[in-house]
């Protein structure tokens, strides 16, 4: 232990040897900017493009006990909502639902994955051989009430699924109005 503390004591001792800085020619400087070298001057940028438009989906706006607003346009009473098209749907109530009335989303080409039902203010069952038919043909079926079929018709759509809703306006007290007609 008496060698390390000699030790320690001739190392403070010693005179520091200080070297004066010097300054390098190739060294960087405040200031320098980088110039692209010559195999990065001649290069291309491409860009590929996947789709060239984006196609014009289905988007719900808002609902009420009288219709709905659909892409700026306003629909009365029940709808149903096809990839490119909105059409009246024939029905009065949960109970009117029958397969005849779903004949239209297997006719389609290209093909509905999935055809999201709104029944009103509370989800309802519909018919076990409408639901049936409708899976025969390859297509689900998503029965909810009406405010959250509208929300998950247009979470459908945002991501791209080939996507069908039969809405039935909930009874009044029940609505939601877009943001651009709250300003109003």
């Not at 203010?121 to 998503?142: F, H, K, Y």
Request: charged letters at 20%; proline letters at 7%; aromatic letters at 6%.
């Amino acid at each position: 232990m008496a060698t390390a503390l000699a030790l320690r004591s001739l190392y403070r001792a010693r005179p520091s040897l200080r070297c004066p800085p010097v300054e390098l020619p190739w060294a960087p400087r405040r200031g320098h900017r980088l110039s692209p070298a010559d195999d990065e001057l001649y290069q291309r940028t491409r860009i590929s493009l996947l789709q060239r438009e984006a196609a014009q989906a289905m988007y719900i706006d808002s609902y009420n006990s009288r219709g709905f607003m659909i892409n700026g346009n306003r629909v009365l009473g029940p709808c149903a909502l096809l990839p490119h098209s909105v059409v009246q749907w024939n029905v009065g109530s949960h109970q009117d639902i029958t397969e005849d009335s779903f004949s239209l989303f297997w006719l389609l080409e290209p093909r509905i994955e999935i055809v999201v039902v709104g029944t009103g203010d509370r989800t309802e069952r519909l018919q076990s051989q409408v639901l049936q038919a409708m899976r025969q043909r390859g297509i689900a079926v998503e029965v909810q009430d009406t405010p959250n079929a509208c929300a998950t018709f247009n979470f459908l759509c945002h991501e791209g699924r080939v996507t069908g809703a039969a809405l039935i306006p909930p009874p009044g007290g029940t609505s939601l109005t877009s943001l651009g007609q709250a300003a109003q």
